[in-house]
């Protein structure tokens, strides 16, 4: 039920922090459109928040109404809980406007729902490692150097001798 309006919200967020605030903005904003009609609330927000609200399209607002908007909202939060996060570790902080980028290159590797999870690790080195479905993955040149350790050490020592 509300499929519909899952399926356009989940298309137009792509981490798994960025779909609960947009979802909390939405709630505030439907809320107040349909039971106050405040144009306050318009103001307070940011141009980006507006942009993206606007970004769902008519579709997506079409049909929502003071006796069904708490159950699309209940359906959207309920879906989020359910989707499972990819989780990428970072050797550096990803800027905000990249996310897009890696939420779209994520999803066509791992289907139309694919929400990341983007986290600050300083101990990797130049690459990423990834959590999917509680399977942990070290792409990064840290891990080929642990994983290779003996091999380095021997052949270090045959060049020192």
């Known amino acids: 039920?509300?499929?519909?309006?899952?399926?356009?919200?989940i298309s137009t967020v792509y981490g798994k922090s960025e779909a609960t605030r947009q979802l909390a903005t939405l709630k505030s904003y439907l809320l107040n459109r349909l039971f106050s009609n405040d144009q306050s609330m318009l103001t307070s927000l940011e141009p980006e928040q507006i942009r993206w609200m606007q970004s769902l399209g008519e579709d997506f607002y079409q049909g929502i109404n003071q006796t069904n908007v708490y159950q699309i909202l209940?359906?959207?939060?309920?879906?989020?809980?359910?989707?499972?996060?990819?989780?990428?570790?970072?050797?550096?902080?990803?800027p905000d406007a990249q996310l897009p980028n890696l939420g779209k290159y994520a999803r066509n590797l791992f289907g139309p729902e694919c929400l990341v999870e983007i986290k600050f690790d300083p101990d990797l080195i130049a690459g990423p490692a990834l959590v999917w479905k509680g399977v942990y993955?070290?792409?990064s040149i840290k891990q080929k150097l642990a994983d290779h350790h003996q091999e380095i050490m021997d052949s270090l020592k045959l060049k020192l001798n």
């Not at 879906?79 to 970072?90: G, M």
């Open 1 to 9: 039920m509300y499929q519909d309006q899952i399926n356009i919200f």
């Open 74 to 94: 209940q359906a959207i939060e309920e879906h989020l809980a359910q989707l499972e996060p990819l989780i990428i570790y970072l050797p550096f902080v990803l």
């Open 137 to 139: 993955k070290d792409y």
